[in-house]
């Protein structure tokens, strides 16, 4: 029997989150093993008058290419993925690996050759989801490797997944709406501001948002949601950070995370575990070592570590930064190949003041909304 909640999501994901329209060209891309999710979204798009191209990936390939390929193949770009990338009116990303750690042996300097190569596809990406050209969403469907990184049964995953994407399972489509209302309130409370400043066990960072926009993140570009971010001065950010959660990036786990900031970049980073992983990443490109985002959790149905950035960096109770590419519409001007979001809980001491008034504290606004 085909889980309901399936369908309601397929509804959530369609009909809000990237709203499709009559003639929408609409790509759908995800591995077979979430062939319920996908056929559903399929019937969706097809109902709302859409034009759906079905991208289904195979589990394991990209282990292939690491493990066969030459720098020439790594480097490759194929220009049916770049045709849609760059045209496409929606994309529609599901998440659903079988072993997230299928690439945990592979040497790190090929996948930065990758990302490398995808940079400028990765711009164009962003810039069109700026200029609102391109409507996304990524979601994630159930699996057992998810499941187990996440120390849970399958079926204690999917009440996990199914509940933080929609709380309200009679209403979902109204329970964003009204999530987004509320935290509107926070966005437009930041709206000016100048200075931030974080501080937490063995944390203590500085970083302007003088004209930076903050975003409203309501369920229309990840499912699930829950924060709101921006993209500070690329040479404002100052201090150190501790990252009490492991910080994961195609696969590999890096523990203990400490980075150094000096006029906006990181000129020292350590790690308990995987730090030349962390360092040759760190390393892919100019940008790779300064601050796209910067971001607060607000999802009070997540409380917990998964081990999937989708959930983890959304934990009430958290902030997060991301390495790397900015997001255009916040203004951030940063570029690069990655975005590695790295997380923080601050529910025991943590503090963020903004603009010399205390903000944030052990893990909830002090400022009443």
Not at 283 to 295: C, K, L, M, N, P
């Amino acid at each position: 029997m085909t889980d309901q909640r399936i369908e309601k999501l397929a509804d959530v994901l369609v009909g809000y989150s990237v709203a499709v329209q009559p003639g929408d060209r609409v790509a759908i891309q995800g591995g077979i093993v979430a062939a319920p999710l996908l056929e559903a979204v399929y019937a969706k798009v097809l109902q709302a008058g859409g034009h759906p191209l079905l991208l289904p990936s195979l589990d394991g390939t990209d282990e292939l290419l690491y493990r066969h390929a030459s720098d020439e193949q790594l480097q490759h770009v194929p220009e049916p993925l770049k045709l849609v990338l760059e045209t496409y009116d929606v994309n529609i990303g599901i998440k659903s690996l079988v072993n997230t750690k299928a690439l945990s042996s592979i040497d790190p300097a090929k996948m930065v050759l990758r990302n490398q190569a995808h940079s400028e596809l990765m711009q164009t990406y962003m810039q069109r989801a700026a200029t609102g050209e391109l409507r996304w969403v990524a979601t994630l469907f159930p699996t057992h490797a998810y499941a187990q990184d996440a120390e849970m049964s399958l079926s204690e995953y999917e009440d996990f997944v199914y509940g933080a994407c929609m709380p309200d399972t009679d209403d979902p489509v109204g329970y964003w709406k009204r999530f987004s209302a509320r935290q509107q309130k926070i966005v437009d409370w930041l709206e000016g501001k100048e200075r931030v400043r974080v501080v937490g066990p063995e944390t203590d960072l500085r970083l302007n948002i003088a004209g930076r926009a903050f975003i409203n993140c309501d369920g229309r570009y990840n499912m699930p949601d829950g924060e709101v971010f921006t993209g500070p001065v690329e040479d404002s950010v100052e201090g150190q950070v501790y990252f009490s959660y492991p910080a994961i990036y195609s696969g590999r786990e890096v523990s203990g995370v400490r980075l150094w900031f000096e006029k906006g970049k990181i000129v020292k980073a350590t790690a308990e575990k995987n730090e030349d992983f962390l360092i040759q990443t760190l390393d892919t490109d100019a940008g790779s070592r300064y601050v796209g985002e910067f971001a607060i959790g607000t999802n009070e149905g997540i409380t917990q570590f998964t081990r999937q950035i989708l959930f983890d960096e959304k934990i009430n109770g958290s902030f997060h930064m991301a390495m790397g590419a900015g997001y255009p519409e916040t203004g951030s001007q940063n570029k690069s190949a990655i975005h590695w979001d790295m997380i923080c809980d601050m529910r025991d001491g943590g503090e963020i003041w903004v603009d010399d008034v205390l903000f944030y504290q052990d893990g909830k606004f002090v400022i009443q909304f």
